[in-house]
Protein backbone atom coordinates (compact mmCIF):
# COMPACT_ATOMS: atom_id res chain seq x y z
CA UNK A 1 0.00 0.00 0.00
CA UNK A 2 2.70 2.47 1.01
CA UNK A 3 4.92 1.17 -1.91
CA UNK A 4 2.26 1.49 -4.42
CA UNK A 5 1.30 5.42 -2.96
CA UNK A 6 4.79 6.13 -3.32
CA UNK A 7 5.35 4.79 -6.64
CA UNK A 8 1.76 6.51 -7.68
CA UNK A 9 3.46 9.89 -6.77
CA UNK A 10 6.64 9.15 -7.98
CA UNK A 11 6.93 12.02 -10.19
CA UNK A 12 6.50 14.59 -7.29
CA UNK A 13 8.94 13.00 -5.22
CA UNK A 14 11.44 13.41 -7.97
CA UNK A 15 10.08 16.68 -8.81
CA UNK A 16 10.80 17.58 -4.90
CA UNK A 17 14.30 16.12 -4.97
CA UNK A 18 15.44 18.03 -8.19
CA UNK A 19 14.06 21.35 -6.73
CA UNK A 20 15.74 20.89 -3.65
CA UNK A 21 19.09 20.44 -5.31
CA UNK A 22 18.37 23.72 -7.23
CA UNK A 23 17.44 25.68 -4.15
CA UNK A 24 20.10 24.67 -2.52
CA UNK A 25 22.66 25.19 -5.22
CA UNK A 26 20.77 28.67 -5.52
CA UNK A 27 21.40 29.25 -2.15
CA UNK A 28 25.69 28.39 -1.63
CA UNK A 29 26.19 29.53 -5.01
CA UNK A 30 25.12 32.56 -5.42
CA UNK A 31 26.62 33.22 -9.07
CA UNK A 32 24.71 30.64 -10.63
CA UNK A 33 21.44 32.40 -9.57
CA UNK A 34 19.74 33.21 -13.05
CA UNK A 35 20.86 29.78 -14.37
CA UNK A 36 19.34 27.99 -11.05
CA UNK A 37 15.96 30.16 -11.47
CA UNK A 38 15.79 29.22 -15.61
CA UNK A 39 16.29 25.47 -14.34
CA UNK A 40 13.74 25.25 -11.47
CA UNK A 41 10.96 27.04 -14.19
CA UNK A 42 12.29 24.42 -16.67
CA UNK A 43 11.95 21.57 -14.59
CA UNK A 44 8.45 22.32 -13.06
CA UNK A 45 7.34 22.81 -16.47
CA UNK A 46 8.25 19.45 -17.64
CA UNK A 47 7.42 17.56 -14.81
CA UNK A 48 3.66 19.51 -14.86
CA UNK A 49 3.34 18.03 -18.75
CA UNK A 50 4.40 14.12 -17.65
CA UNK A 51 2.39 14.60 -15.12
CA UNK A 52 -0.63 15.43 -17.38
CA UNK A 53 0.06 12.52 -18.90
CA UNK A 54 1.48 14.38 -21.94
CA UNK A 55 -1.40 16.28 -22.56
CA UNK A 56 -1.90 20.01 -23.82
CA UNK A 57 -4.83 21.80 -22.66
CA UNK A 58 -6.26 24.58 -20.65
CA UNK A 59 -6.31 22.99 -17.66
CA UNK A 60 -2.63 22.18 -18.17
CA UNK A 61 -1.49 25.80 -18.57
CA UNK A 62 -3.60 26.33 -15.52
CA UNK A 63 -1.15 23.31 -13.40
CA UNK A 64 2.16 25.03 -15.19
CA UNK A 65 0.74 28.21 -14.55
CA UNK A 66 0.22 27.72 -10.69
CA UNK A 67 2.97 25.29 -10.20
CA UNK A 68 5.68 28.14 -11.46
CA UNK A 69 3.39 30.75 -9.85
CA UNK A 70 4.45 29.26 -6.67
CA UNK A 71 7.95 28.57 -7.38
CA UNK A 72 8.87 31.87 -8.49
CA UNK A 73 6.92 33.33 -5.35
CA UNK A 74 9.53 31.43 -3.12
CA UNK A 75 12.46 32.15 -4.61
CA UNK A 76 11.61 35.68 -4.78
CA UNK A 77 11.35 35.80 -1.39
CA UNK A 78 14.42 33.83 -1.06
CA UNK A 79 16.33 36.33 -2.96
CA UNK A 80 15.25 39.66 -1.62
CA UNK A 81 14.42 39.26 1.67
CA UNK A 82 17.91 38.92 3.15
CA UNK A 83 17.29 35.49 4.77
CA UNK A 84 19.89 34.08 7.28
CA UNK A 85 20.95 30.32 7.19
CA UNK A 86 17.76 28.85 9.00
CA UNK A 87 15.08 31.39 7.64
CA UNK A 88 16.69 30.95 4.25
CA UNK A 89 16.25 27.06 4.67
CA UNK A 90 13.08 27.19 6.34
CA UNK A 91 11.44 28.85 3.37
CA UNK A 92 12.87 26.20 0.69
CA UNK A 93 10.87 23.83 2.81
CA UNK A 94 7.69 26.35 2.74
CA UNK A 95 8.39 26.73 -1.05
CA UNK A 96 8.68 22.70 -1.74
CA UNK A 97 5.54 22.27 0.41
CA UNK A 98 3.51 24.88 -1.53
CA UNK A 99 4.26 23.34 -4.71
CA UNK A 100 3.49 19.86 -3.46
CA UNK A 101 0.39 20.47 -2.70
CA UNK A 102 -0.44 21.96 -5.93
CA UNK A 103 1.08 19.09 -7.75
CA UNK A 104 -0.53 16.38 -5.50
CA UNK A 105 -4.32 17.58 -5.95
CA UNK A 106 -3.45 18.70 -9.64
CA UNK A 107 -2.51 15.03 -9.91
CA UNK A 108 -5.55 13.47 -7.88
CA UNK A 109 -7.97 16.12 -10.27
CA UNK A 110 -5.79 14.21 -13.49
CA UNK A 111 -6.70 10.86 -11.99
CA UNK A 112 -10.34 10.94 -10.86
CA UNK A 113 -11.48 13.16 -13.37
CA UNK A 114 -13.03 16.14 -10.83
CA UNK A 115 -11.97 18.32 -8.43
CA UNK A 116 -12.63 17.06 -4.52
CA UNK A 117 -13.68 19.32 -1.85
CA UNK A 118 -10.79 19.33 -0.02
CA UNK A 119 -8.89 20.27 -3.12
CA UNK A 120 -10.85 23.24 -3.44
CA UNK A 121 -10.67 24.45 -0.20
CA UNK A 122 -6.95 23.39 0.34
CA UNK A 123 -5.54 24.85 -2.84
CA UNK A 124 -7.76 28.09 -2.25
CA UNK A 125 -5.60 28.86 0.93
CA UNK A 126 -2.36 27.57 -0.13
CA UNK A 127 -2.88 30.27 -3.50
CA UNK A 128 -3.73 32.70 -0.89
CA UNK A 129 -0.43 32.31 0.77
CA UNK A 130 1.43 31.96 -2.74
CA UNK A 131 -0.34 35.67 -3.56
CA UNK A 132 0.90 36.83 -0.46
CA UNK A 133 4.59 35.73 -1.17
CA UNK A 134 4.59 36.59 -4.67
CA UNK A 135 3.29 40.29 -3.82
CA UNK A 136 5.59 40.10 -0.91
CA UNK A 137 8.63 39.25 -3.09
CA UNK A 138 7.64 41.93 -6.00
CA UNK A 139 7.20 44.90 -3.35
CA UNK A 140 11.14 43.94 -2.18
CA UNK A 141 12.20 43.74 -5.90
CA UNK A 142 13.07 47.97 -5.75
CA UNK A 143 14.98 47.20 -3.09
CA UNK A 144 17.64 45.89 -5.68
CA UNK A 145 16.53 46.65 -8.94
CA UNK A 146 15.71 50.28 -10.12
CA UNK A 147 12.21 48.86 -11.68
CA UNK A 148 9.69 51.49 -12.69
CA UNK A 149 6.43 51.25 -10.33
CA UNK A 150 4.28 50.71 -13.57
CA UNK A 151 6.17 47.32 -13.95
CA UNK A 152 4.84 46.75 -10.80
CA UNK A 153 1.85 47.08 -10.66
CA UNK A 154 1.60 45.27 -14.17
CA UNK A 155 3.19 42.56 -12.65
CA UNK A 156 0.82 42.22 -9.56
CA UNK A 157 -2.46 42.98 -11.41
CA UNK A 158 -0.94 39.73 -13.39
CA UNK A 159 -1.11 37.63 -10.84
CA UNK A 160 -3.82 38.60 -8.68
CA UNK A 161 -5.78 37.79 -12.80
CA UNK A 162 -3.97 34.47 -12.07
CA UNK A 163 -5.21 33.79 -8.81
CA UNK A 164 -9.20 34.47 -9.44
CA UNK A 165 -8.72 32.67 -12.46
CA UNK A 166 -7.27 29.33 -10.42
CA UNK A 167 -10.33 30.42 -7.88
CA UNK A 168 -13.01 30.67 -10.14
CA UNK A 169 -11.81 27.72 -12.30
CA UNK A 170 -11.91 25.70 -9.71
CA UNK A 171 -15.29 26.73 -8.37
CA UNK A 172 -16.71 26.12 -11.69
CA UNK A 173 -18.18 29.33 -12.22
CA UNK A 174 -18.67 30.21 -15.79
CA UNK A 175 -16.02 32.18 -17.73
CA UNK A 176 -18.35 34.85 -19.44
CA UNK A 177 -17.57 37.37 -16.93
CA UNK A 178 -14.62 36.38 -15.71
CA UNK A 179 -12.52 38.71 -17.73
CA UNK A 180 -14.74 41.87 -17.00
CA UNK A 181 -14.13 40.95 -13.19
CA UNK A 182 -10.41 39.93 -13.35
CA UNK A 183 -10.32 44.10 -15.58
CA UNK A 184 -11.74 45.28 -12.30
CA UNK A 185 -10.00 43.39 -9.93
CA UNK A 186 -6.89 44.20 -12.01
CA UNK A 187 -7.43 47.67 -11.81
CA UNK A 188 -8.22 47.50 -8.09
CA UNK A 189 -4.69 46.29 -7.47
CA UNK A 190 -2.82 48.68 -9.64
CA UNK A 191 -4.12 51.43 -7.81
CA UNK A 192 -3.69 49.90 -4.27
CA UNK A 193 -0.30 49.34 -5.62
CA UNK A 194 -0.05 53.53 -6.64
CA UNK A 195 -1.26 54.65 -3.61
CA UNK A 196 0.87 52.44 -1.22
CA UNK A 197 4.36 53.44 -2.93
CA UNK A 198 4.85 56.03 -1.00
CA UNK A 199 3.34 55.11 1.98
CA UNK A 200 5.62 54.40 4.99
CA UNK A 201 4.27 50.79 5.85
CA UNK A 202 6.67 48.09 5.28
CA UNK A 203 6.43 45.48 2.38
CA UNK A 204 5.19 43.05 4.71
CA UNK A 205 2.36 45.47 5.44
CA UNK A 206 1.01 46.45 2.25
CA UNK A 207 1.10 42.81 0.73
CA UNK A 208 -1.34 41.74 3.60
CA UNK A 209 -3.39 44.70 3.17
CA UNK A 210 -3.77 43.69 -1.37
CA UNK A 211 -4.33 40.21 0.04
CA UNK A 212 -7.35 40.87 2.49
CA UNK A 213 -8.76 42.70 -0.60
CA UNK A 214 -8.36 40.29 -2.78
CA UNK A 215 -10.14 37.44 -0.56
CA UNK A 216 -13.06 40.09 -0.02
CA UNK A 217 -13.33 40.96 -3.91
CA UNK A 218 -13.04 36.88 -4.65
CA UNK A 219 -15.12 35.27 -2.52
CA UNK A 220 -18.24 38.43 -3.35
CA UNK A 221 -17.42 37.45 -7.21
CA UNK A 222 -17.86 34.01 -6.62
CA UNK A 223 -21.14 34.07 -4.35
CA UNK A 224 -22.43 36.65 -6.58
CA UNK A 225 -22.04 34.05 -9.35
CA UNK A 226 -23.58 31.21 -8.08
CA UNK A 227 -26.59 33.42 -6.80
CA UNK A 228 -26.38 33.25 -3.30
CA UNK A 229 -25.11 36.39 -2.44
CA UNK A 230 -27.25 37.69 0.18
CA UNK A 231 -26.94 40.94 2.12
CA UNK A 232 -25.81 38.66 5.09
CA UNK A 233 -23.07 37.14 3.18
CA UNK A 234 -21.98 40.57 2.28
CA UNK A 235 -21.94 42.11 5.28
CA UNK A 236 -20.13 38.48 6.88
CA UNK A 237 -17.22 38.85 4.39
CA UNK A 238 -17.02 42.58 4.96
CA UNK A 239 -17.10 42.43 8.77
CA UNK A 240 -14.41 39.63 8.25
CA UNK A 241 -12.12 41.45 6.39
CA UNK A 242 -12.83 44.67 8.58
CA UNK A 243 -11.42 42.25 11.36
CA UNK A 244 -8.21 41.25 9.77
CA UNK A 245 -7.66 44.70 8.62
CA UNK A 246 -7.89 46.26 12.08
CA UNK A 247 -5.93 43.51 13.28
CA UNK A 248 -3.08 44.02 10.43
CA UNK A 249 -3.03 47.93 12.21
CA UNK A 250 -2.99 46.98 15.45
CA UNK A 251 -0.02 44.35 15.48
CA UNK A 252 1.81 47.18 13.06
CA UNK A 253 1.43 49.55 15.69
CA UNK A 254 2.19 47.47 18.42
CA UNK A 255 5.73 46.23 16.62
CA UNK A 256 6.36 49.78 15.58
CA UNK A 257 6.02 50.99 19.33
CA UNK A 258 7.89 47.99 20.54
CA UNK A 259 11.14 49.39 20.38
CA UNK A 260 10.25 52.92 21.60
CA UNK A 261 8.82 50.50 25.16
CA UNK A 262 11.71 48.96 25.56
Do not use: C
Not at 177 to 206: D, M, P, R
Request: proline share 2%.
Amino acid sequence: MFLGSLWNYRKLILLGVILLALLEVMYFWPKLLVWMVIAAIVVTVIFTWWINNSKFSLDLAAFMAESVWAVLAGIGFLIFARLGFWQAHLTVLVILTMLAFVVFYHQNRIDNKQWSLSAINWLSSIDLLILFIATLSLMLLPRFYGIDIFWLMLLVSAQLVLAFYLFSWRQGLPMKKFWLHSLLLALIGQEIIWVTSAWYKNAYFKAFLLLIIYYLYSELIVHYAKGNLTVRVAVEYILIAFTLIVALFVFDWLFVLAPNIL
